[in-house]
């Protein structure tokens, strides 16, 4: 089924990061196996001189004609932001770069864990939304933060599932699950931390929207084989979500009960 989101509908519920590969080719194959169709773009904080393009990667015009070409949405973000000041910016030079009001809006309130300041935070996207963007808040689990982030005018919301690049997979599953319940309407997609299938497939038999990771996938031995694995695993929770999961049990409840049937021996 089509996922709306942001006014557009999408097939996909996989988000990539285009951060790491060992090589352009690879990036491009591993966009291809992974189906996905919005993939995140990390700007800097300087330009190329004279040409108005980013140099965030070393290999230049190459890195984002390849992106362009795979077809996907893109969604450029702040990374490496401190202040909502600093983000505003930098999501109004990816406005006039990409072609896009899409923004996924990151400001960093601590090096060490990379956790989003939800204060900064908040202040970045109440006035990036008065400026016509779609913000996609990274932010931490916290029901608080995220009903601000609501109040702010954001639509979307991508709580993490455990710090930046950790791999340690969802940390803290009763407060993803507490989102989900408290805003089923709300769009959310769980960034940061992924570390295996496992954790994506996890993310979204809690019901979640989508799933966004990187570091899971370009870091892999093989990434284009990686990024088909966490394209199927995404795909395997959200048709358990919908199908419906079994309730766990505390006692054994045998599958073909026969207290209280007739039967015959052979």
């Not at 996922?3 to 951060?19: D, H, K, N, Q, Y």
């Not at 393009?53 to 984002?64: L, V």
């Not at 077809?71 to 000041?85: E, M, V, Y």
């Not at 923004?103 to 990036?128: H, M, R, S, W």
Request: proline share 7%; charged share 15%; net charge negative.
């Amino acid at each position: 089924m089509p996922f709306p989101i942001a006014g557009v509908e999408l097939s996909s519920r996989f988000f990539l990061g285009t951060a790491g590969y060992p090589s352009p080719l690879v990036l491009e194959q591993a966009i291809r196996a992974s189906g996905a169709e919005v993939v995140t773009v990390g700007l800097k904080r300087q330009l190329a001189q004279g040409c108005g393009k980013p140099i965030s990667n070393p290999q230049g015009q190459g890195y984002f004609e390849i992106i362009r070409q795979s077809g996907a949405r893109l969604l450029p973000n702040t990374a490496g932001c401190h202040t909502a000041a600093e983000a505003i910016t930098l999501a109004q030079m990816a406005r006039e770069v990409f072609d896009t009001h899409w923004i996924k809006l990151e400001v960093i309130g601590d090096t060490y864990t990379l956790q989003p300041d939800p204060f900064e935070l908040v202040n970045a996207a109440a006035e990036l939304v008065k400026q016509g963007f779609e913000v996609f808040p990274y932010c931490t689990d916290d029901l608080v933060t995220c009903n601000r982030l609501l109040d702010a005018g954001c639509r979307v919301l991508m709580p993490w599932g455990a710090p930046i690049g950790s791999g340690q997979g969802l940390l803290n599953p009763y407060a993803l699950r507490t989102l989900r319940e408290r805003m089923p309407d709300v769009p959310l997609i769980v960034d940061a931390g992924i570390g295996s299938p496992m954790d994506a497939v996890q993310a979204m038999e809690l019901g979640f929207d989508a799933v966004l990771l990187n570091s899971a996938v370009s870091g892999a031995h093989d990434p284009v084989l990686m990024a088909e694995a966490f394209r199927l695993g995404i795909e395997a929770g959200r048709k358990a979500w919908q199908a419906g999961i079994m309730a766990e049990q505390d006692m054994a409840v045998a599958t073909t009960p026969v207290t209280g049937r007739p039967f015959v021996l052979a």
